[in-house]
């Protein structure tokens, strides 16, 4: 089999969420990869983080006709069974942090995960996924003002703070997001004929 090579330097994220955006931009921009953004929305089917970074990407780039990337985020808490996980948007939008945090007030071990998987694809291409994830524990209150979502409840492994109390500089150097999108940049590097 023949390696794909690409001679794009300027790739389309497909995203809705803006915050992905600047946190993606600043981890990219860094790695050699200029990101543009576009909200086009794609299909998004049944199944974990990787199905549907996989057909997302591959929708998105046959549809656009250029290469892009897309990506499925969760947060995993082990107590819970590893809920909200793939029904992470969801929960986010109804019960929120709060319905999250009564749902552990009982319990001891806080252990969660935020995982990120980049699907990338282009027109021509079959896709390829990249996983990040970062390990730490759900706090008793919501702290912190930056970031978005469940930030402002993950403590990663080894800070006091959690991600919401963070600048986006500080959880660009080690989140799920800069992980995933590392891992992503170097196989694309890898892969790029200029
Ligand atoms: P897309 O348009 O890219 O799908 P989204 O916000 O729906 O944007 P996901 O499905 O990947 O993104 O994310 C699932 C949920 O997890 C959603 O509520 C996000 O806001 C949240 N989330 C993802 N990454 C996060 C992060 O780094 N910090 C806090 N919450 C995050």
Redesign the pocket.
Known sequence: MTKETFSETTITFI???QH?VL?AQGILNNLGITLEHADLGYPEIQGNLEDVARYGAQHASRRLGKPVI??????FIKALEWFPGTY??YV??TIGNKGILKLMSDVSNRYAE?R?VIGFCTPKTEPEVFLGTVKGRIGYKEIGRF?????PL?HPEDYEES?GEMKREIKNRF???RKSLEKFALWYKSHNNI
């Open positions: 995203t809705g969420n992905k946190e897309v990506e499925d985020a969760g947060l992470s948007s986010q939008e935020f990120s970031g978005f979502a469940y930030d993950f991600f989140s799920h997001r």
